[in-house]
Nanobody
């Protein structure tokens, strides 16, 4: 069974940066695409970024392009989300999830559609204006 542990959230002002970490256990993270997702109060969960397992290709939701960067350190079985120029609209609980093995992702939507049903506790990001 896959276990995920997110960390790195916090309360920051608009324009600040945060780096989220996702430690994957129970499966070598390099064998699966991994995505970051977020859920704001009263809203559905949405995909934010995804990184492929094959060649590390990255995909982003439009509102975070140019501001967020997803990366992975396979030696540490960890996936990161560097978030710069944060906005109040980025306020949400952020989760990471692995994609079912052998699935080839092509965008954030396909990443979200093919996630394993394992979720961590999430990490809260709050951006004040």
């Amino acid at each position: 069974q896959v276990q995920l542990m997110e960390s790195g959230g916090g309360l920051v002002q608009a324009g600040a940066s945060l780096r989220l970490s996702c430690v994957v256990s129970g499966r070598t993270s390099s064998r699966s695409a991994v995505g970051w997702f977020r859920q704001a109060p009263g809203k559905e969960r949405e995909g934010v970024a995804c990184i492929s397992s094959s060649d590390g290709t990255t995909y982003y939701e439009d509102s975070v392009k140019g501001r967020f960067t997803i990366s992975r350190d396979n030696a540490k079985n960890t996936v990161y989300l560097q978030m710069n120029s944060l906005k109040p609209d980025d306020t949400a609980v952020y989760y990471c999830a692995t994609v079912r093995p052998s699935v080839i992702v092509r965008d954030v939507t396909s990443c979200e559609d093919e996630v394993d049903d394992f979720w961590g506790q999430g990490t809260q990001v709050t951006v004040s204006s």
